[in-house]
């Protein structure tokens, strides 16, 4: 009796880092590259973005991420312009995070966020885009309030988040 029990509870504890893996494995994120063009005198900065669409990939975003290389991101996009909010939970990096209105205009930017936090950060106007980049990033970059958010050339994200040509 004593074996059976101990070969079941070597079992159940072999699947326990499965289980925990499977946890919190990040989603297969669509990626892509897109431009923000800091000022009308300007040139365009690259960025090469992975794409938060479903409900799920933006709930998951960057938790658990890795420092981020420069120009790299996360591009939230949400069917229309509203209210954005988000919190720091189980990320261990400081963001910046860039709200973009559906013209493409920035409207609110909040700059180093403090990793692991669960303090609601709130876009100042309705955006419908909203980008995280290392924390930092967008004052070594000069983004500011002319910053304009160019998605790919030639495709057009629509509300469901999917690419159109």
Not at 138 to 148: F, I, N, S, V
């Amino acid at each position: 009796m004593w074996r059976l029990l101990a070969a079941v509870v070597v079992m159940m504890l072999a699947s326990l880092p499965v289980a925990a893996e499977k946890a919190i494995r990040s989603p297969d994120y669509a990626a892509t590259k897109i431009k923000l063009l800091p000022a009308p005198d300007r040139q365009p900065i690259n960025f090469d973005v992975r794409l938060a669409k479903t409900p799920a990939e933006q709930a998951y975003g960057l938790m658990f991420s890795p420092p981020l290389a420069a120009r790299t991101g996360m591009l939230f996009i949400f069917a229309k312009d509203g209210p954005r909010s988000f919190w720091m939970k189980n990320t261990p990096i400081s963001l910046d995070m860039l709200f973009f209105a559906s013209d493409g205009r920035l409207v609110s930017i909040i700059a180093n966020t403090e990793p692991f936090s669960l303090t609601a950060r709130k876009s100042q106007k309705a955006a419908q885009y909203v980008l995280e980049i290392g924390g930092g990033e967008a004052a070594r970059l000069g983004l500011g309030p002319q910053t304009r958010l160019h998605l790919p050339v030639g495709a057009a994200v629509n509300s469901a988040g999917s690419q159109e040509k």
